[in-house]
């Protein structure tokens, strides 16, 4: 199995600042790599697929990435509306494997 | 409106069985690969289960594997999860998702296994 190592697991952040998280694959998933939001009682949201794409409606602070083990997500100008946990995704083989996530908390 | 609703979740003892459901509306559900992912309490996301267009492919996480089997009916626009002896360790909010991006995700479904 493909294991998905995230960091930091969690990180404080001042409002404009800019946020990178990253995610490390155990072995290459080219650019087979998502990424989510998750706010507190809701349904994750998907941010980010094929490493740096944006799904539609996504704001263009947010940015992906990488290829093959490592992986960066990167939000630019923290807004309060951003605190929240990210998780990545691998979807390159089974079993599908997320990261550990990181919870973004204002500081 | 594109949306996903779960439903059938609940408190079943350890040993029983449980089936889930999800309703899919506002796109064509026959178009897409669907999944199912999991959330134990304050823990993070673990995906389950997922099945081909036509229900031709199946895959399963090692744990639930024997146990778990994911199903669809496209003529109702609904993807299922029939799961059965249930373990303490498969308590977690159900979510299903949509497509091999899981673009679309529903609000999700508690299962509680507890006696």
């Known amino acids: 199995d493909i294991q998905m190592t995230q960091s930091p697991s969690s990180l404080s952040a001042s409002v404009g600042d800019r946020v990178t998280i990253t995610c490390r694959a155990s072995q290459g998933i080219s650019n087979y790599l998502a990424w989510f939001q998750q706010k507190p009682g809701k349904a994750p949201k998907s941010l980010i697929y094929a490493a740096s794409s944006l799904q539609s409606g996504v704001p263009s602070k947010f940015s992906g990435s990488g290829s093959g083990t490592d992986f960066t997500l990167t939000i630019s100008n923290v807004q309060p509306e951003d605190f929240a946990t990210y998780s990545c995704l691998q979807y390159n083989s089974y079993p599908l494997t997320f990261g550990g996530g990181t919870k973004v908390e204002i500081k | 409106e594109v949306q996903l609703v779960e439903s059938g979740g609940g408190l079943v003892q350890p040993g029983g069985s449980l089936r889930l459901s999800c309703a899919a509306s506002g796109f064509t559900f026959s178009s897409h690969w669907m999944n199912w992912v999991r959330q134990a309490p304050g823990k993070g996301l673990e995906w389950v289960a997922n099945?081909?267009?036509?229900?031709?492919?199946?895959y399963y996480v090692d744990s639930v594997k024997g146990r778990f089997t994911i199903s669809r009916d496209n003529a109702k626009n609904s993807l299922y999860l029939q799961m059965n002896s249930l373990r303490d360790e498969d308590t977690a909010v159900y979510y299903c998702?949509?497509?091999?991006?899981?673009?679309?995700w529903g609000q999700g479904t508690m299962v509680t296994v507890s006696s």
């Open positions: 099945i081909k267009q036509d229900g031709s492919e199946k």
């Open positions: 998702a949509r497509g091999v991006l899981f673009g679309i």
